[in-house]
């Protein structure tokens, strides 16, 4: 590893499927502009892969050599940077450990990793004076993680909210525009190639959450173990609620969200209703958005491309580049590295108000003892519809004004126990 500022930055690529190609084409395309921007050539030395005879989608740069022993990248002493864009938890930690362990700089797209085993990582590259960013780790090109880091560094952050997963919102948009049910709207951002074969991490929450995670150690400095965070995802939302939902003026949208109350962190991942005029209701498709409320800065919208092989390679020259110039570290945006364990609010506190559905017998009085449930824990409804009735019952929508978790599932349990409720109620959150 060298030291010297204006030799070329050696790097180590550790898998070339999706980022790792589109990586390699920015790289190819945008030379010279690097040069321009750090005084410094970038040279891939070797990538990493599983299969070394499957056909890549960019070409090797000269003097490149595909590898399938880690070794060659975290032991080489001329290698300079570790680009670790595998994915998975266990073969990435190990790889990246070991090149910090050897003095190598750090840039990866790694959410999963680095939100539910980061801190050791963290630690070891802090001891070592080493960089370890992650850019590409959350909303793919959009800047936040910089933007956190650096430019909104002199702001407390108030509130961030964002639309965190790519398929979740295309499944959600094409339900909603195009009046698809859940299946298939699934099927057909698979076929498109925004879905995975095994959608779960995305449609049930996982992906979004992990990013959350990093997000609130960026904004407060602090630890919500992934474990401990509330996490509701899409699987199965009914387009009754997406077109109920419109008809009060919202748009359903998996969000991830903090905010800071009393000095305690409210956070987690669930379905919202959002009123149809803010803009996190309007992105659209694959696309994500982040909304940070800062008490100095005021409201910020960021928006763009959650992933894909360019965006997402986009943020990893970010960090790469960062590395040629020798800045100083900054990994975490703080000055302690592993950070406290954030003081959480109990989820059951949270307060919201909320959009409700059941289904219900057509009878006289339901109305009656439903809204009587509802007074009991202290809920007051501020808007109710009845629709005409479904196979499984007449579906009653109501909108809450505010209320805990807590008086909302006790509410809910004491109309099903009393028979009131045909199938389980749904109940989402309204964005405030
Ligand atoms: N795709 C996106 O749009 C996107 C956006 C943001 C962040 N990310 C993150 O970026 C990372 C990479 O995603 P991707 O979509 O590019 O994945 P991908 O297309 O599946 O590519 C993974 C690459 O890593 C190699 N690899 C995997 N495990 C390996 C191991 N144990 N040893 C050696 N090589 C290994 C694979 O080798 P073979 O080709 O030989 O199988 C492949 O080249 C993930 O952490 C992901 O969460 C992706």
Do not use: W
């Not at 925004?194 to 990013?211: M, Q, R, W, Y």
């Not at 790469?320 to 990994?331: E, H, I």
């Amino acid at each position: 590893m060298t030291n010297d500022s204006t030799a070329p930055l050696v790097v180590g690529l550790a898998g070339c499927g999706t980022v790792g190609s589109g990586l390699l084409r920015v790289l190819a395309e945008n030379g010279d502009l690097i040069r321009e921007r750090t005084g410094r050539d970038i040279r891939i030395k070797s990538v990493l892969v599983r299969n070394p005879s499957r056909v890549r989608a960019a070409p090797l740069p000269e003097g490149a050599r595909l590898v399938t022993d880690a070794a060659l990248l975290t032991d080489d002493p001329e290698t300079d940077v570790v680009v670790e864009l595998m994915g998975g938890i266990d073969a990435p930690r190990i790889l990246i450990d070991r090149a910090l362990e050897h003095g190598k700089h750090i840039v990866t797209a790694n959410k999963a990793l680095l939100a539910e085993d980061g801190a050791g990582l963290f630690r070891k590259a802090a001891e070592k004076g080493l960089a370890l960013l992650y850019e590409a780790s959350v909303a793919g090109g959009i800047p936040i993680v910089q933007t956190l880091k650096e430019s909104l560094a002199g702001n407390r952050i108030r509130s961030l909210v964002g639309i965190l997963n790519g398929t979740s919102n295309y499944i959600l948009s094409e339900m909603t525009s195009n009046g698809l049910d859940f299946e298939t709207a699934l099927a057909q951002a698979q076929e498109q190639g925004f879905a995975e074969a095994d959608p779960t991490l995305d449609i049930d929450g996982h992906d979004a959450a992990h990013k959350l995670v990093l997000l609130i150690r960026l904004a407060y400095g602090v630890e919500y173990p992934y474990a401990e965070l509330p996490i509701q995802g899409i699987r199965g939302l009914s387009e009754l609620d997406i077109n109920f939902a419109r008809e009060f003026g919202y748009r359903i949208k998996l969000l991830g969200q903090v905010n800071e109350v009393d000095g305690r962190l409210e956070a987690g991942v669930f379905p919202t209703l959002v009123r149809h005029t803010f803009l996190l209701a309007r992105v659209g498709g694959a696309y994500n958005a982040v909304r940070v409320e800062g008490n100095a800065v005021g409201s910020l919208f960021l928006h763009g491309r959650g992933a894909g092989d360019l965006p997402t390679a986009s943020a990893v020259m970010g960090d790469l580049l960062a590395v040629a110039r020798g800045a100083r570290p900054n990994n975490t945006g703080f000055v302690r590295q592993v950070p406290e364990r954030a003081r959480i609010l109990p989820p059951e506190e949270a307060r919201s108000c909320y959009y409700v559905r059941v289904m219900v017998r057509d009878a006289p009085g339901v109305l009656r003892d439903l809204a009587g449930a509802m007074a009991a824990e202290g809920i007051s409804l501020a808007q109710i519809i009845q629709k005409p009735e479904e196979r499984c019952g007449v579906p009653l929508v109501f909108m809450t004004h505010e209320a805990s978790a807590r008086a909302m599932d006790a509410a809910l349990r004491q109309a099903a126990d009393a028979g009131l409720l045909r199938t389980p109620a749904v109940y989402y959150r309204i964005l405030g």
